[in-house]
C-alpha cells in the first residue's frame, strides 16, 4: 500500500500542523524532570500518532506507547506508566511516553485516574505526551493546566495536494490535475485517505475509474449477497459498497474471501494474484490486531476492492457457503484423513515422535519419498507403511498432478 | 453590508472596542493572543471556529487568510481549492501561488521545518 509506503520517516516530512509539530520538537529537546507534559488536541487522521512515533525515533528514544482507554483507572496506569516514568537507561536515554485517547478517561471507572496523570507528569523521569480527539471533555479540561496544548488539524487541501505529486513523483505517473483534485477534496484533510484514493485511481480499469469513491449504505445484507455482490459487481464503487454490507469481523471476511478465492478455479497466474492480495489484507489485519491499530480497519476493504477487484472481475467467481465441497469429496477427505491417522500413529511408534509432528512435519517427505521405486520398498517396510498401498497410490497420484502443473 | 475583515493567521491585527466580555472570550478562552502595541493575533493555538464565531456575534465579519509555509506570503488568492477549504478547520500555514506548482516544493517544505527547527 502506498500510503504504509510514503509513512513519513522523519518529523519534517509531515504535512500539515507546522507550527504545532515545531512546537513539540522544541518541548522535546528542552524538556527536563518537571516540565509540562505536552497534550495534542486534533480530530483523528490528523498526524498526532504519526508524529509521536516520528519524533521518539528521531530523537533514539525509545516510545512506550498507552492507550488511556485500554488502561482506564488509576491501579491499571500506575502498573503500565509507574516503571516507565521513573526508568532511565544506563547511558541516561529516556524513553518518551504517550498516552493516547485520554479524552476516554471518563466515567466512574476512571475515579482517580486524571490526578495520577497529573501526579505522574510532575514527578516522571521521562517526557509524557498525550493526545485527544475531544478538546471540550472534562478530562482534558482538568489535564489542560499540567499540559502544553498544542493543536492538530487536517492540513490545507493544497499542502496535500502537494504530498500527493510527491507521491506520484516517487511512483513515476503523470497524474492529471482533475484527477489529483478529486483525490484531495475527497479525502478531506485525510492525507493516507488521499494517498489511498491515488492509489486506487491508478489501479482502477478506466469504466471503473473514479467512482471507486463514494458513499456506503445498505449495510445488512447477508454474507452470501454481499460476497456474490463483491465479486459479481458493476464497478470499483459497486463492490466497495457490496464489501461495506458484509457484517463480518476483519478476519471472518478475509477468511470468506480466501474460501472463494480458493474454491473459484482461477487460472494459476491470476489465482497467485488474488492470493497475494488475500495474504495483504491478513499481514493488514496481522498489524492491526497485534499493534492495536485499529485506525488500519478502515483501509481493509479499500485494500481488497482495490487490489482483488480487479482480478476476479468478470471472472464467475462466486461465494458459495462453507460445506459445499460435493459428497463423494468430502467422503474421500474424510477416508484420508482416518488413513493419514492411523499411518501417522505407526510412523510416530517408529520415529519417536507424536503423532502430531509426524503428520505436519515428517509424512509428507516420507510419502514424497515413496513415490521414487528405489525407496519405496523399503521404506514402506521399515515404517510398516506397506499395509496402506493405497493411501501411497493416491498420494503419488497427487505428486504427479502437481509436478505436470 | 459592512465590508468582511481580512485576518491573516500568524499575523497581527487590530479590532474595534468589542467590550470585556468579547476581549476575555476571545484572549482567555479561545487562544488569541493579545499584546497592547501590536493587537491580537490568530495562531496555531488559537481556536478559529470559536474566535470566529465570537468575533461574528459582535458584528465583525471575518476572512481568513493563510500564510505560505515556504515565503510566508498570503497563499489564498488565487487558490484554486478556495471555496472548498474551510481555513477555521485546517491547520494555519499554506502554500502560495508561486510554490504550490514547483516541482521540488516538498523538499522546500521539509526545509523550512528544519531551518525553523534549528532557530
Known amino acids: 500500500m502506498w500510503s504504509e509506503k510514503y509513512r513519513p520517516k522523519k518529523p519534517d516530512q509531515l504535512v500539515g500542523n507546522e507550527e504545532s509539530r515545531l512546537m513539540l520538537s522544541l518541548w522535546l529537546s528542552s524538556w527536563k524532570p518537571g516540565t509540562k507534559a505536552a497534550l495534542l488536541v486534533g480530530p483523528p487522521g490528523t498526524g498526532k500518532t504519526t508524529f509521536v512515533n516520528v519524533l521518539a525515533r528521531a530523537n533514539g528514544m525509545n516510545l512506550v506507547d498507552l492507550n488511556a482507554s485500554d488502561v482506564r483507572t488509576k491501579d491499571k496506569l500506575q502498573r503500565r506508566m509507574g516503571e516507565a516514568m521513573s526508568t532511565i537507561s544506563l547511558f541516561g536515554e529516556r524513553s518518551l511516553i504517550f498516552l493516547d485517547e485520554v479524552d476516554g478517561l471518563a466515567g466512574r471507572a476512571d475515579i482517580g485516574a486524571v490526578e495520577f496523570i497529573k501526579e505522574s507528569v510532575r514527578e516522571s523521569q521521562n517526557p509524557i505526551v498525550m493526545a485527544a480527539n475531544d478538546p471540550d471533555s472534562d478530562e482534558i479540561k482538568k489535564l489542560s493546566s499540567s499540559c502544553v496544548t498544542l493543536r492538530f488539524r487536517p492540513p490545507p487541501p ?42 486506487s485511481t491508478q ?10 469513491r463514494g458513499h456506503y449504505k445498505d449495510r445488512d445484507r447477508t454474507v452470501s449477497e454481499a460476497l456474490n455482490g463483491f465479486f459479481g459487481a458493476a464497478d470499483k464503487h459497486e463492490a466497495l459498497t457490496a464489501l461495506k454490507a ?46 492495536g491499530e485499529w485506525r488500519l480497519l478502515r483501509y481493509l476493504d479499500r485494500l481488497l476492492v482495490d487490489g482483488l477487484y480487479p482480478v476476479v472481475r468478470g471472472k ?37 515422535t507424536s503423532g502430531m509432528s509426524a503428520r505436519s512435519q515428517d509424512l509428507p517427505y516420507v510419502f514424497a519419498l515413496c513415490s521414487k521405486k528405489k525407496f519405496r520398498e523399503d521404506l514402506e517396510r521399515a515404517l510398516g507403511l506397506d499395509a496402506d498401498r493405497d493411501l501411497l497410490e493416491s498420494y503419488d497420484k497427487f505428486l504427479q498432478k502437481e509436478a505436470a502443473r | 453590508m459592512p465590508e468582511k475583515k481580512r485576518i491573516v493567521v500568524g499575523g497581527w491585527f487590530d479590532l474595534p472596542r468589542l467590550g470585556t466580555d468579547v476581549f476575555g472570550t476571545l484572549v482567555r478562552k479561545q487562544g488569541v493572543a493579545y499584546d497592547k502595541s501590536t493587537g491580537f493575533k490568530f495562531d496555531s493555538g488559537t481556536d478559529l471556529q470559536a474566535a470566529v464565531r465570537t468575533l461574528l456575534s459582535a458584528g465583525v465579519e471575518v476572512e481568513l487568510i493563510l500564510r505560505c509555509w515556504i515565503c510566508g ?18 491547520s494555519t500555514f499554506c502554500l502560495c501561488a508561486d510554490h504550490a506548482p514547483e516541482k521540488s516544493v516538498f523538499e522546500a517544505y521539509t526545509k523550512t521545518f528544519d531551518v525553523n527547527l534549528k532557530g
Open chain 2, 73 to 90: 506570503k498570503e497563499s489564498c488568492p488565487g487558490c484554486p481549492y478556495l471555496s472548498s477549504c474551510d481555513r477555521t478547520s485546517v
Open chain 1, 203 to 212: 489501479n482502477a480499469t478506466p469504466e471503473g475509474g473514479n467512482d471507486a
Open chain 1, 246 to 291: 458484509l457484517s463480518l469481523s476483519p478476519f471472518e471476511k478475509v477468511r470468506e474471501v480466501h474460501r472463494s478465492v480458493l474454491k473459484s478455479g482461477l487460472p494459476a497466474p491470476e489465482m497467485a494474484k488474488a492470493l497475494e492480495v488475500v495474504s495483504s489484507a491478513d499481514l493488514l489485519i496481522g498489524r492491526m490486531m497485534k499493534a
Open chain 1, 316 to 352: 464467475a467467481v462466486k461465494y458459495t457457503g462453507q460445506d459445499d465441497l460435493p459428497f463423494p469429496i468430502l467422503v474421500r477427505v474424510w477416508n484420508d484423513s482416518k488413513k493419514i491417522r492411523e499411518v501417522s500413529v505407526k510412523y510416530a511408534a517408529r520415529a519417536h
Open chain 1, 158 to 199: 493544497r499542502e496535500v495536494e502537494m504530498y500527493l505529486r510527491e507521491v506520484a513523483r516517487g511512483e513515476g505517473l503523470a497524474v492529471g490535475e482533475e484527477e489529483l483534485r478529486a483525490c484531495v477534496l475527497d479525502a478531506a484533510g485525510d492525507v493516507r485517505q488521499a494517498i489511498n484514493l491515488l492509489q
